[in-house]
């Protein structure tokens, strides 16, 4: 019999998390620190709404690009948040999920040979997207003592002839770290200069706990018509079931992209889309109130941290944190092991979200304080001996 | 920073004072001024528990009691209310808009007990026109609570 598979496919490394979600499962009592999802269930009356839809019997498709309701939410709410101004009409498509956005984004924009630019560590899909869409990844290994911020130095380095496009994953999950103003400012320099697009996924743009909000690379002079705008319903509504993102940008590169999903997709979720109409709607409260809920426990976790004396940078985004654990001499994979055996708790190796994660583990405090309290009491015990017997 | 604290506290009044600074980002010191204020105050006025009474097989009989009444000359409600209120098996006393006056809750051991109470202290009151005693058969969300078994976390384990 003949090989039945793409030799290409079967090349792409499986994601390294899957190895720990395997052992996790079996194990029953173990605390987990490594979802990757919000714990708060949708707020009520975005539920409601989708059930509302399911009573009408709204269970047909929506068009391609998604119910015009909810796409004129969306113009809104990147008007009022970001200072952002898409057409809704040509600008505007809703995804299933951003996961989907990157994915035909990257489709619509790559053509074979051409280089994609993956700030690492971030999410595990941009590198097997951009290998599927025929482009070449180059990976930038973000650096610990930037706080895992991209600097218009590295973006240069990186750069050569055949780049097309950069991914900008900030906030960033697995770091937490986010990108300022000035940041941006500077590596917008860097992009224009060298004719190059942005995909910007900006997934966990309502959950900053600095001084400065969220501040999208698309509102920059010079960077609109160079940006795809991602984002979504699942970290800031706490949607991820759901299964509902967008994606906005100029319209030469949306209506491409809209011809790779109305052939792959047709459209979102209905019910979904009518749910998020309401979120967009009304939810501003409930982000309000979860950021403030993520932000305590962010700033309980950096104390505990550093009552351990453990290293660890602050982060102002997501809900991630991202400590070092270089000085137990052990690689990151390891580290994670032993803690899942010896304490029951499990952390994801920074390593399963790029090479230069290699020294931290990425700890999620999508968690109630109470699970928090409890699992860094064993982090803490299970260091404690590590120190005792180095 | 009141309503911070008090966000926070009304659901949860047991995190202790260190913890509480550290989730809020400000000192300890802080924290400890503002609730004895607000103590002092009588903005906070206890640190109760909200129990599942039906839980432990130990019998209670809610009640909440519609009242009318008529108000007294240069008192208002206020002076009627307190005659009310000051009964110990009084939980709660509300002013109410609408059809009735007062809305009272009621707790006891038995239905006869708070029928009593209805019938032998309340009623003869002297502004009290009429009562209507509604007994509580399930409570299904209290004090912003839901009542039920607290749900599981059903999200898988480790996601990227």
Known sequence: MRNPLSKRIVEIEPSGIRKFFDIVNEMPDAISLGVGEPDFDTPWHIRDEGIYSLEKGRTFYTSNAGLKELKIEIARYLQRKCNITYDYNHEIMVTVGGSEAIDIAMRAMLDPGDEVLIPQPSYVSYLPCATLANGVPVVIELKAENEFRLTAEELEEAITPKTKLLVLPFPNNPTGSIMSRSDLEKIAEVIIKHDIFVLSDEIYSELTYGEESHVSIASLPGMWERTITINGFSKAYAMTGWRLGYACGPKVIIEQMLKIHQFAIMCAPTTSQYAAVEALKNGDDDVARMREEYDGRRRYLLHRFKEMGLECFEPFGAFYIFPCIKEFGMTADEFATKLLQAEKVAVVPGTAFGASGEGFVRISYAYSLENLKKALERIERFITKLRNKG | ?160
């Open chain 2, 1 to 160: 920073m009141r309503e911070k604290i008090l966000t926070f506290i009304e659901k949860n009044s047991r995190i202790d004072l260190k913890e509480l600074a550290i989730v809020l980002g400000v000192d300890e010191l802080t924290v400890m001024n503002e609730l004895e204020a607000m103590e002092a105050e009588h903005i906070i006025c206890g640190y109760h528990t909200l129990i599942n009474w039906e839980k432990t097989g130990i019998e209670k009989v809610t009640a909440m009691i519609e009242v009318r009444v008529t108000p007294q000359r240069g008192m208002g409600f206020d002076k009627v209310a307190e005659r009310i209120y000051n009964y110990p098996e009084v939980e709660s006393v509300y002013l109410i808009s609408g059809g009735f006056d007062f809305m009272v809750t009621l707790e006891g051991k038995t239905l006869r007990d708070v029928s009593q109470f209805v019938s032998d202290k309340l009623s003869p009151l002297d502004s009290i026109l009429s009562t209507k005693t509604n007994f509580i058969l399930k409570k299904y969300k209290d004090h912003g609570t839901i009542m039920a078994e607290p749900t599981k976390d059903e999200r898988m384990k480790i996601t990227p």
